[in-house]
């Protein structure tokens, strides 16, 4: 069984900054993060596998990046350069059977945090 708890969300100007972070129990083969904004589907945002390879969203790549910090079972979104768009639920996921090579699909994940809010205000 494993665990998630996020937290770090809140609100921000557009051009700003936050750094989400989950704090996983229990192991996994890949974590992500997911995002949902109001009266959306649910998107895949980033991605990490045990060999910390790596997946991101093209809408995010080259503002947001994941890092995983393994001696603290933590894992961290760092997002810059938000923008309006980026407003959303953000959900911290665990994958105890893939990879995540490919996309960065919500079926490949069995566990889920309860999310953490992001707004950002232009």
């Known amino acids: 069984q494993v665990q998630l708890v996020e937290s770090g969300g809140g609100s921000v100007q557009a051009g700003g900054s936050l750094t989400l972070s989950c704090a996983v129990s229990g192991s996994a083969l890949c974590r992500g993060w997911f995002r949902q904004a109001p009266g959306k589907a649910r998107e895949g945002v980033a991605s990490?596998?045990?060999?910390?390879?790596?997946l991101y969203a093209d809408s995010v790549k080259g503002r947001f990046t994941i890092t995983q910090d393994n001696v603290k079972n933590t894992l961290y979104l760092q997002m810059n350069s938000l923008n309006a768009e980026d407003s959303a639920m953000y959900y911290c996921a665990a994958s105890s059977w893939s990879w995540c090579r490919g996309t960065i699909s919500a079926t490949d994940f069995n566990y889920w945090g309860g999310g953490t809010q992001v707004t950002v205000s232009s």
């Open positions: 990490i596998n045990r060999f910390s390879n790596t």
